[in-house]
């Protein structure tokens, strides 16, 4: 079974950073493509950052300049630097990933269970 555990989110201020983990059970074989998605409360879920096996990194407009997404591939881990922030950026995030399970052939998308950030004025 593939689990994504996310870990570091909670209330900040205005200003103040965060710094998101979320790491990938050991039954991975291979990762692709690892990213931070996040949903407000009454919008659409949101990619914020994503990067690939490359380490080629795309993240959302409004968060430019202000997040930055890593990866450490020894861990099956990927972080979500966060500074700066915002009210607007108050929400649950998610960490996805595609990867290659033990056994299998084929890679498939997996989520974490999200992690809440918010952020007061």
């Known amino acids: 079974q593939v689990q994504l555990v996310e870990s570091g989110g909670g209330l900040v201020q205005s200003g103040e950073s965060l710094r998101l983990s979320c790491t990938a059970s050991i039954s991975v074989v291979s990762i692709n493509a690892m990213g931070w998605y996040r949903q407000a409360p009454g919008k659409e879920r949101e990619l914020v950052a994503s990067?690939?096996?490359?380490?080629?990194?795309n993240y959302a407009d409004s968060v430019k300049g202000r997040f930055t997404i890593s990866r450490d591939n020894a861990k099956n881990t990927v972080h979500l630097q966060m500074n700066s922030l915002k009210p607007e950026d108050t929400a649950v995030y998610y960490c996805?990933?595609?990867?290659?399970?033990?056994?299998?052939?084929?890679?498939?998308?997996?989520w974490g269970q999200g992690t809440q950030v918010t952020v007061s004025s």
């Open positions: 996805n990933a595609n990867l290659r399970r033990a056994l299998s052939t084929r890679y498939y998308d997996y």
């Open positions: 990067i690939t096996s490359g380490d080629s990194t």
